[in-house]
T-cell receptor, first 114, second 114 residues
Framework: GAVVSQHPSRVICKSGTSVKIECRSL??????MFWYRQFPKQSLMLMAT?????????EQGVEKDKFLINHASLTLSTLTVTSAHPEDSSFYIC??????????FGPGTRLTVL | GENVEQHPSTLSVQEGDSAVIKCTYS??????FPWYKQELGKRPQLIID?????GEKKDQRIAVTLNKTAKHFSLHITETQPEDSAVYFC?????????????FGTGTRLQVTL
């Protein structure tokens, strides 16, 4: 399967600052990547579908101006949480979609907003 | 959109016993059903998947069954071991020819006791 990395693995920031999370597909040219958010003891909730070279598609209820997604190459997608607040604290996980439906996940980024 | 329900939410079995986790889905057009295992603080890892053209698939101690008519699918783990302890998520998606977004179940916390 695809090998996916994320950076950083953990980040702590102050309320009101912006945080950028990188998702890299190391061995697969990913035209599509997905961003999920997972709160403690909950399931993965899809935030948006990141398409290389075009605008991301956001799920209902996810603010596109708050969660900026850029997918400028076949190996890199970034998620920027703008003006982060404590309620944005969560585990953010990206995945790479292969053409055969299967998704492979990155190791996740734990965001803590103070 | 798709809705996936998963039961039970927690499951405790003794080592060597079998564990069964069940999921139902709502979208009859869904045709891909993966199962992921997630250990605490780690990424979800694909353990087995099934497509709608088959009714059962097995990989060593793990098997998945699919009933398209009833729109439910199940994960079976035999001869459970302590390292099987984790949270298991089922998911469903509809293949559109490109990478498809997954809808996840709520998760099952499996504990295998000695």
């Amino acid at each position: 399967g695809a090998v996916v990395s994320q950076h950083p693995s953990r980040v702590i920031c102050k309320s009101g600052t912006s945080v950028k999370i990188e998702c890299r597909s190391l061995d697969f040219q990913a035209t599509t990547m997905f961003w999920y958010r997972q709160f403690p003891k909950q399931s993965l909730m899809l935030m948006a579908t990141s398409n290389e070279g075009s605008k991301a598609t956001y799920e209902q209820g996810v603010e596109k101006d708050k969660f900026l997604i850029n997918h400028a190459s076949l190996t890199l997608s970034t998620l920027t949480v703008t003006s982060a607040h404590p309620e944005d604290s969560s585990f953010y996980i990206c995945s790479v979609g292969t053409g055969a439906d299967t998704q492979y996940f990155g190791p996740g980024t734990r965001l803590t907003v103070l | 959109g798709e809705n996936v329900e998963q039961h039970p939410s927690t499951l405790s079995v003794q080592e060597g016993d079998s564990a069964v986790i069940k999921c139902t889905y709502s979208d009859s057009a869904s045709n891909y059903f993966p199962w992921y295992k997630q250990e605490l603080g780690k990424r979800p890892q694909l353990i087995i998947d099934i497509r709608s053209n088959v009714g059962e698939k097995k990989d060593q101690r793990i098997a998945v069954t699919l009933n398209k008519t009833a729109k439910h699918f199940s994960l079976h783990i035999t001869e459970t071991q302590p390292e099987d302890s984790a949270v298991y998520f089922c998911a469903a998606s509809r293949n559109t020819g490109t990478a498809s977004k997954l809808t996840f179940g709520t998760g099952t916390r499996l504990q295998v006791t000695l």
